[in-house]
């Protein structure tokens, strides 16, 4: 299933599938900082949203954390204040520090304790 983003003028083709996560929203996802903001900030190419996006969710998100964890797969736009680029180094060189379930358990606890 292919769809498009409208980020900027030019459109972006994306496998719907690998963002079926964004769309189930999580519990957490009414306490991000980013809910109130355009949603292009997070998917563009154009450096002055990707730093507004990067800002909002460095600096003034209480989820960021959260948002890491449950997106560090997804292939593009900008999640717990890394980018795709990013998120895929974080990945690759922390894959035994970095499992996603292991991070999500890690969250909860914090939260809660």
């Keep these: 299933?292919?769809?498009?983003l409208i980020a900027?003028?030019?459109?972006?083709?994306?496998?719907?599938?690998?963002?079926r996560k964004i769309f189930d929203r999580p519990s957490w996802h009414g306490l991000g900082?980013?809910?109130?903001?355009?949603t292009k900030w997070w998917f563009t190419k154009k450096p002055h949203e990707n730093m507004a996006a990067m800002v909002?969710?460095?600096?003034?998100c209480p989820?960021?954390?959260?948002?890491?964890?449950?997106?560090?797969?997804v292939p593009q736009g900008i999640?717990?204040?890394?980018?795709?680029?990013?998120?895929?180094?974080i990945r690759n060189e922390y894959s035994v520090l970095v499992d996603?379930?292991?991070l999500?358990?890690?969250?909860?606890?914090?939260d809660t304790g």
């Design 33 to 38: 900082a980013c809910k109130d903001k355009p």
């Design 56 to 60: 909002v969710c460095r600096e003034l």
């Design 79 to 89: 999640f717990g204040g890394f980018d795709a680029d990013e998120r895929k180094i």
């Design 63 to 73: 989820v960021r954390w959260k948002c890491l964890a449950d997106n560090l797969d």
């Design 8 to 19: 900027d003028e030019t459109p972006v083709n994306l496998h719907l599938t690998s963002y």
């Design 1 to 4: 299933m292919l769809g498009t």
């Design 104 to 110: 999500r358990l890690t969250m909860d606890v914090e």
């Design 100 to 102: 996603p379930e292991l």
